[in-house]
């Protein structure tokens, strides 16, 4: 297929013209620019809207391979991260252009799941895909996503507002996507092991190389897996239920749209970020924007069991993929602390997990992690002395 025939053939009939007129699209794919009428943008919003609007690329061996997303997962979490932007503002997403860059390894189909994994999270969050560009690529998959979105006016949540005696909110547990990455890969080198060992028993030496890499196949189940540890039907299920919600975490990633629009709604957040690079750069990123000191409580900081669970048998330390792993797409804000017990019980309301994680202070910009009560020992800890946290995360220029 050619340029064009390709594009329809990934895009066309995904989403009906009506359900995108619903989203105020006047032309969608097909011609040189989508058509957009902003009024259309405004159906849950009041008032005067302000436009939204982020980009996020995907590119393979960096962000993803074949052994730990498949096709789906890739176009699925492309489109995520963007949205997760948009909920960090505390707005609705609302339209989405899509440019792939394509190397001859990938054939059509392989680009058609990638779009069904892009239009099962637009139809997740009411994103219409309006149009984008295709070009090839001499060697690795490119995925690069914009979306729209839109605020009231004068109302989108930034980094910038968090104040001395704020209270530090998260929206969901972090760690899950770092620890479900750290499983895939293991799984991988598991693999390469045994296929090396068994090519040296047979002489086939070339046997060695994964070839789920060059294929794109899908890693083996949970169940399999489990079964091959030889553990009980109990510890097998779960093990399999543990192992399916860390990778789950990493392929499928849960925006928290609701969550930002419910923090806007009640107009006591100050600040507000998503934990895309780890929740200490996030930190930072509220705590250099703010000026002033994040004051993290390790006691109160919400931990997975499964990730805990699967941290303990690999002999890491959790609190390193909570602060440092990223991708978990929750959101970190501040808020006045005389609404935190509020607003708990209003996202426990809608079914939404809601977790008062530390104090914003006066200071020089900085992140501090209050160590845990049990991990406290004689001396300076003990008189609750703050371990100061490092500016890191995932980022793409630092070596």
Request: some cysteine; overall charge negative; glycine content about 10%.
């Amino acid at each position: 297929m050619d340029e064009f025939a390709s594009i329809s053939h990934w895009t066309a009939g995904r989403q009906s013209a009506e359900w995108q007129q619903q989203r105020g699209v006047t032309l969608g794919i097909g011609d040189d620019t989508a058509i957009i009428a902003p009024a259309g943008m405004a159906d849950e919003l009041d008032g005067p809207l302000e436009l939204l609007m982020a980009v996020d690329t995907m590119v393979e061996t960096v962000h993803f391979n074949a052994y730990t997303m498949t096709d789906e997962d890739v176009g699925y979490k492309a489109l995520a991260a963007n949205v997760s932007d948009i909920a960090a503002m505390g707005g609705v997403p609302r339209h989405a252009l899509v440019s792939v860059s394509v190397p001859a390894a990938y054939g059509p189909e392989r680009i058609a799941r990638l779009y069904d994994g892009l239009y099962a999270c637009a139809a997740d969050y009411g994103v219409a895909i309006v149009g984008g560009d295709t070009t090839s690529s001499p060697q690795h998959l490119v995925v690069a996503v914009t979306v729209t979105g839109a605020v009231e006016a004068g109302r989108a949540l930034r980094r910038s507002g968090a104040k001395p005696g704020d209270a530090v909110v998260l929206t969901g547990a972090v760690g899950l996507s770092a620890a479900g990455l750290h499983l895939l890969l293991a799984r991988k080198q598991e693999r390469q092991e045994q296929a090396a060992r068994e090519a040296v028993e047979s002489g086939e030496t070339g046997r060695a190389s994964d070839a789920s890499d060059a294929s794109g196949t899908q890693p083996a189940g949970d169940s399999q897996a489990a079964s091959s540890a030889g553990v009980s039907n109990q510890a097998q299920h779960e093990e399999v239920r543990g192992a399916a919600a860390l990778i789950g975490a990493h392929c499928r990633p849960v925006p928290s749209v609701r969550a930002g629009r419910l923090l806007l709604e009640r107009g006591s957040c100050n600040s507000l970020n998503d934990v895309s690079d780890g929740l200490a750069s996030e930190a930072w990123e509220i705590a250099e924007a703010s000026q002033c000191c994040l004051v993290l409580k390790e006691d109160m900081l919400p931990r997975s069991g499964s990730m805990a669970a699967y941290a303990a048998d690999v002999g890491i330390d959790p609190l390193e993929w909570m602060l440092y792993g990223g991708e978990d797409y929750v959101l970190l804000g501040t808020m006045e602390a005389a609404d935190v017990q509020a607003a708990r019980e209003a996202f426990h309301a809608e079914g939404l997990p809601f977790y008062i994680v530390g104090e914003v202070r006066q200071g020089a910009p900085s992140v501090v992690l209050e160590p845990a009560l049990s991990a406290k020992a004689d001396g300076a800890a003990a008189k609750g002395k703050c371990m100061p946290l490092a500016k890191r995360g995932y980022n793409h220029f630092k070596k």
